[in-house]
C-alpha cells in the first residue's frame, strides 16, 4: 500500500495512484491539522495531489526524488513544516 495513515500523519511511498484519492479524501475530511511525510514517495497522481493541495496539508519531509521535489515545493502553500 502506498499510503500509510497513523493519527495525523500519512506516509507516502512509492507510486500514488489515483486510485488512492478517495480514500486519502475521506482520512483528510477529519484531520484539519494532517501533515504528510513524502519522503520515500517517487510519484504522486495528480488526483491524490489535488486532494493534498486542496486540503493544505503541511510536508512533514519532502521527497527525497530530487525531480519531484523540485516540481512539489513551489505548488504547496507555504507552512512551517
Known amino acids: ?3 500509510d495513515y497513523d ?3 500519512l506516509v507516502c511511498r512509492g507510486l ?3 486510485d488512492d484519492a ?3 479524501l475521506g482520512w483528510l475530511q477529519g484531520r ?3 501533515k504528510v511525510d513524502l519522503r520515500d514517495c ?3 497522481h495528480p488526483a491524490t495531489l489535488q ?3 486542496a486540503a493544505a496539508v503541511q510536508i512533514q519531509a519532502w521527497p527525497q526524488e530530487p525531480s519531484l521535489r523540485s516540481w512539489l ?3 504547496w502553500p507555504a507552512s512551517p513544516t
Do not use: R
Request: cysteine-free.
Open 73 to 75: 515545493e513551489p505548488l
Open 42 to 44: 517517487s510519484h504522486l
Open 22 to 24: 478517495e480514500e486519502l
Open 7 to 9: 493519527d495525523a500523519l
Open 32 to 34: 484539519p491539522i494532517a
Open 16 to 18: 500514488v495512484s489515483g
Open 51 to 53: 486532494v493534498l493541495l
Open 1 to 3: 500500500m502506498p499510503i
